[in-house]
């Protein structure tokens, strides 16, 4: 591969080869832009003049406008190796500089098992930003759980043989500190979120032409070679103005907007393979009044490269225009009403919407076209014709996209895939299977053992109240093909209004972190000097990284009473469910969802329904949501009580539990009343004091009633039961 030496800024450099590994190679796909070339040129024509050199490059512009991108390519056209850092907005100084870790001998070390010494050396090798399970996951494979237990057990093995051995510290230096010292590219993502100025002090310090980083070892000086690109999207939640006066240490700033309609085209064809110039050069059109008309309105969504990709991909693909429009660009950009009215109005003025019912009907014909000639192939003179096809079931026709070539698809003996209408956030259709395969003794028996499990947790936390003698089942539902297609058809409206709440909750979730230090750590950012006396290596203070998952969990209660079957409560409830669910997913928040009802009979006078379970998830859990029915009665004080205790179980700092609820509790044997009243708000009280925070979403025509019950501040009057899925969510994502 010929590479562009033009702009090296040190030609005569001689690379490690972990150091040219790190040099970013351009992909067939790439094109250079406008902003690449004047960068280039801007830092060659003065890398030698003295104070006039450029080496910080600030990056500033909306999601998916090519900043990344742009960082990497100047990595391969510097010849730079490049590498980066995400910032966040606990951070402090110690993430700049580096870590502090506890470190055996290396006679001790030899003498442990080969796994062992594999994750002490991962460990010892780190830069002390990644948590100790992230390692071992990295290392040795294997759930998050594992890898804590054997971290655990191997910390305990040392301490149990460290003897009157002397502990070692050793310090890690960070990723900033590395590209610094060695002359790399450096891209720095989204310092806008930093909150302490101290942080802040820091970087500008080591921005400074002849900069310097202080460790607690030596004094780091800036290395001749090293480049840094501040990348920061612009008013985007979590963020703040950048710094003035580490914006005054940029040498060189590009306003990254949307590049010229031919680059955009370009790009589409590279990324997509999508050869239509005609089609991809309407569809960049739309994107460019979108985006305009998004910022005249103040709509705070974004219309950037990479929904066009997106929708260009999928036009591409045999979808249409139009409709693919909403799903691929304009739902991302918002899914109010009114904004939307607007963006059809510009659209509308512009006349791009009549041509993009021209493009679908052109395609249309296309794919007629197309399925004229599939139908004609093979069945005249054709000397393989199979004679006994005419007894055959019809089959489902094939249909060649716009823009397939002449080979047909071919169709394995053991096809069975439905393709249902909804779609996942990247716009791929989601495939399911028309008929589910028989699961296996061994995955039945699995699952027995599990429901004994749920039911002997079930009757041990209910063991001490007044719900002990009440003959309690807890089922797991199963699924079939119509819980797929009724999921298909509730979530099809859903989902962009999820997917808009967690656009708008990823960011913060991304950069967001604990603001208290976790005391007791093998390593981390503040040596806890008190803690040397356990010997046990303990002796830190850190912060959670920022990739770590959000610590909250979810609970939602979901009542199963015969009333829940009038004026649409029970699809509302359905609806409701969905939303959180795929909420929690996306954000990987972990999630509880309980139905209960009373009174099925006279051996079963309590059921819950495991439709999603901490301990065990399954993809297919979606579907177990469709099980959700109008019932019997509802005894609400023993249902809360059993996912309470379960959520104060789990190690997450906020635990919520949402209750869906159209009546007031209601059971036989007198569980009414007062008596039910003063129960559920015992229960309530006693998990509120172990982290529980309850709210009640009541539905029903009993909502004085659940307001009674659970107090203003826990009760949310649901007026409008369409509106009962984003609301939940929105609450959700405020926790958070």
Known sequence: MNVNQDYYVSPGRKLTNAEQALVWKKPASHKVSEEEIRICQEIKRNWNRGEMKIANILLEGDAGSGKTQLAKALSADLGLPYTKVTCFADMDKSDIIGAILPVISADRVEKMEAAEQTVLRALYDSDGFQSAAELV????????????????????KMEQNSGDDVVEYRFYPSEIVRAYRNGYLLEIQEPTVIRDAAVLMALNSALEPDGSINLPTEIVRRHPDFVAVI????????????NEALRDRVQHTEKMDLPTKEIMVERAMSKTGYRNEKVLAILADVIVVLDKTARAHA???VAGMRSFFYWADAVAGGAIAKESLYHKVIYKITTDSEEISLLEEALKNRGLLDVLDQVDAEAKKKRITDEAELKTEGTIGSTDFNQDNELEEPGIVLKKSADSDENTSEVSDDSTTTEFSDRKEDGAAKYHQANLETKSEEARQKERDYRKKLNRDAREIVSGSIHNKVKLIVHRPDYDNDSELEYARLSEELMPVVWEIARKTLPLLEHETSSEFARRQYYGSKFQADSIAYRDFRTFAKKLPPTDSPSLVVGLRVDESASMSAFGRLEAGKRAVIAVYEFCQICRI??????????????????IYAYTDLDKTDPNDRYRLMGIRARSNNRDGMALRIMADRLAASPQQTKLLISIS????????????AYAIKDMQ?????????????????????????????????FLDITSLPDLPAKLVRIIARYL
């Open 137 to 156: 996951m990295n290392v040795l494979g294997g759930t998050r759980e594992e890898a804590a237990l054997t971290m655990k057990q191997l910390l305990n």
């Open 231 to 242: 990348t920061t999207n612009r008013s985007y939640a979590g963020t703040r103005p950048l």
């Open 299 to 301: 709509i705070k969504g």
């Open 590 to 607: 972990p999630v509880l969802i309980y139905g209960d009802t009373a009174d099925a009979s006279r051996l079963e006078q309590m059921s």
């Open 662 to 673: 159209d009546g007031q509790p209601k059971a036989m044997d007198d569980y009414t009343g």
């Open 682 to 714: 015992q229960t309530m009280a006693e998990y509120e004091r172990k982290g529980i925070t309850f709210l009640a979403a009541a539905i029903g025509q009993d909502k004085d009633v659940i307001h009674q019950i659970y107090g203003s501040e826990r």
